[in-house]
């Protein structure tokens, strides 16, 4: 009964996925909200399976796989934003801010404070 309940939690959280990466307008809300919602999706099915099943070594497996999951998507997701940003993925029209506007340098990759930009805020000092 536990396992069925983890494993109806882990589908909706993998709906919820698929349905964000069809209706967000740009990459990154896609990236947030697919690395999100299927992180939490595969963490509960893989916790369904583990209660299912029972046994020590899939429970482990299972355990070790979420644990390497919850550690691995968000680093991932950070470079895949980063490299969008950095080769000029779009923002959508509606996006009210852009954080790393001016601050972030094309040449050394690397992301300046805020003390360190001009008070435009379109090019990063040195």
């Known amino acids: 009964m536990l396992a069925d309940i983890f494993i109806l939690i882990g589908a909706f959280f993998m709906l919820v996925a698929a349905i964000g990466v069809y209706r967000m307008p740009d990459l990154y809300m896609r990236l947030h909200t697919n690395t999100k919602s299927a992180t939490f999706g595969v963490g509960f099915l893989l916790l369904g399976a583990a209660f299912r099943f029972q046994n020590l070594d899939i429970s482990a497996r299972a355990l070790a796989i979420m644990i390497f999951l919850f550690v691995t998507a968000p680093v991932a997701a950070h470079m895949i ?36 930009t001009r008070k435009t805020g379109d090019k990063p000092t040195k």
Request: net charge positive; proline share 6%; hydrophobic share 30%.
């Open 81 to 116: 934003g980063r490299a969008a940003y950095f080769v000029g993925a779009p923002l959508w029209k509606g996006t009210l801010s852009d954080d790393l506007k001016g601050r972030y340098d094309p040449k050394t990759h690397e992301l300046m404070s805020k003390s360190k």
